[in-house]
């Protein structure tokens, strides 16, 4: 039961480009969302939150968007570094389910140099 | 400022044999979070536990698995009699305050190999 989804395994930008990662969820009691990223063999590191009642929050380089209706968010990363090669994971919380967080299965970004 | 510290970053078991698995959680920080990475999967939940009590364990296998975060000490994730399916990354998290709109900081992992 996938409940967040990224149906994007690996994505490939050229340096100083735009990034754009997609995350689908398809519970509706989902309320905030965080983007984590992580290197081999590290765990994973909280890049960016946002809440339902939000549609957009940014921080530095990375921006989150969140469509409700679509029960979809994005995460922009403008401009890309190579040092933003890593695998990105979507992940959902809600208040019904406590303190889990329900993570899809990642998005692998490439960015070239 | 230490992290999350996880112990042992590796751990190589026989089919049968126990594994325990070690989390530090962050200075300060009273709630610890286990979750299990398959390969090609992401992240799923298996328990959350506070000092002395576990929350949430509904993400826990019936048999075989436990965990526990003593008053002293670090968190403890057990699994007997382990199997092949086992084999997997076990990331613990921490955080500071309970409920779902805190961001938890992750340790490295231990990478449970079961030969």
């Known amino acids: 039961d996938q409940q967040v989804k990224q149906n994007s395994p690996s994505l490939s930008v050229q340096e100083g480009r735009i990034s754009i990662l997609n995350c689908d969820y398809t519970?509706?009691?989902?309320?905030?969302f965080l983007w984590y990223k992580k290197y081999p063999a590290e765990g994973p590191t909280f890049l960016i939150s946002i809440s339902s009642i939000k549609d957009k929050n940014e921080d530095g380089r990375f921006t989150v968007f969140l469509n409700k209706s679509a029960k979809h968010l994005s995460l922009h990363i403008v401009p890309s570094q190579p040092g933003d090669s890593a695998v990105y994971f979507c992940a959902a919380s809600a208040l019904e389910y406590g303190n889990k967080l329900v993570f899809g299965a990642g998005t692998i970004l490439r960015v070239k140099s | 400022n230490a992290g999350v510290m996880q112990n042992p970053r590796h751990l190589v078991r026989r089919r049968g044999q126990e594994a325990r698995l070690r989390c530090s959680p962050m200075?300060?920080?009273?709630?610890v979070y286990w979750y299990r990475q398959l390969p090609e999967e992401g992240l799923k939940f298996m328990v959350y536990l506070q000092k002395e009590n576990i929350i949430d364990e509904s993400g826990m296998p019936k048999e075989r698995f436990s965990a526990e975060f003593p008053k002293e000490g670090p968190s403890i994730l057990r699994i007997q009699q382990v199997v092949r399916g086992d084999s997997a990354a076990y990331f613990c998290?921490?955080?500071?305050?309970?409920?779902?709109?805190?961001?938890?900081?992750f340790g490295p992992g231990t990478r449970l190999t079961v030969l």
């Open positions: 998290a921490s955080s500071p305050r309970g409920g779902p709109y805190n961001e938890q900081f």
């Open positions: 519970n509706s009691m989902f309320d905030y």
């Open positions: 200075k300060g920080h009273s709630h």
